[in-house]
């Protein structure tokens, strides 16, 4: 396993802070600093410093409407800047995934699966399907994705099953990519009879050694 510090880093820093920014500014009109920091999921204070941070750099002209009220534009310089961090994120999007992708592989190696093991993915997150990807690299073609309600859905072409229809003793290991939600699942897992030697929890940080 690898160690926290080598986990892929967070793609939502302060450049993509000021990404949403500027997308926002561009996207929506009359758009008030209190509605900014509600759209872009910040507090008013940090919104305000990227505004002012912004609108000193060129990127944002502000308008004073009346004596409380601003209009926010994006300028041609912040055109060009919207472009190149739209650019570098989709970069950084891709490396992250090839990185998530690799690790995961690894990770379910060292699970000495075979072409004869079964296989189920608990969830349709993205991590699921980087999972589901990274099983398919080393020859694993016998996968059931299993989430709390199906409701008919499908993922990445798969029927989606209900997670209390698991027959638990056909499968040779039970992923758990969902991260934040493990304890939940293990303890539903549990209650089903699963030994806790068939669950997997991918990504998680105090499996490392």
Not at 130 to 159: P, Q, W
Not at 186 to 201: I, M
């Amino acid at each position: 396993m690898r160690s926290q510090n080598e986990l892929p880093q967070p793609l939502e820093d302060v450049e993509y802070r000021e990404l949403r920014l500027l997308e926002e500014v561009h996207n929506v009109t009359d758009l008030s600093q209190r509605r900014l920091s509600k759209r872009l999921g910040i507090a008013l204070g940090v919104t305000n410093l990227l505004v002012k941070s912004a609108s000193r750099k060129g990127y944002i002209r502000a308008t004073k409407r009346n004596w409380r009220s601003w209009a926010y534009d994006l300028t041609p310089a912040g055109m060009a800047r919207k472009l190149r961090l739209s650019v570098s994120y989709i970069d950084r999007f891709l490396r992250h995934y090839q990185s998530v992708r690799i690790q995961l592989r690894e990770e379910i190696k060292s699970l000495s699966l075979d072409s004869n093991s079964k296989v189920a993915i608990i969830g349709t997150s993205e991590i699921s399907e980087i999972a589901y990807l990274a099983l398919c690299d080393i020859g694993i073609t016998s996968v059931d994705i299993f989430d709390h309600d199906s409701n008919g859905r499908k993922f990445i072409g798969m029927e989606i099953k209900p997670l209390s229809s698991m027959d638990v003793d056909i499968y040779t290991r039970i992923i758990l990519p969902n991260l934040g939600d493990h304890l939940r699942l293990k303890q539903k897992l549990n209650a089903f009879g699963v030994s806790e030697k068939v669950v997997v929890e991918l990504l998680d940080p105090s499996n490392n050694s």
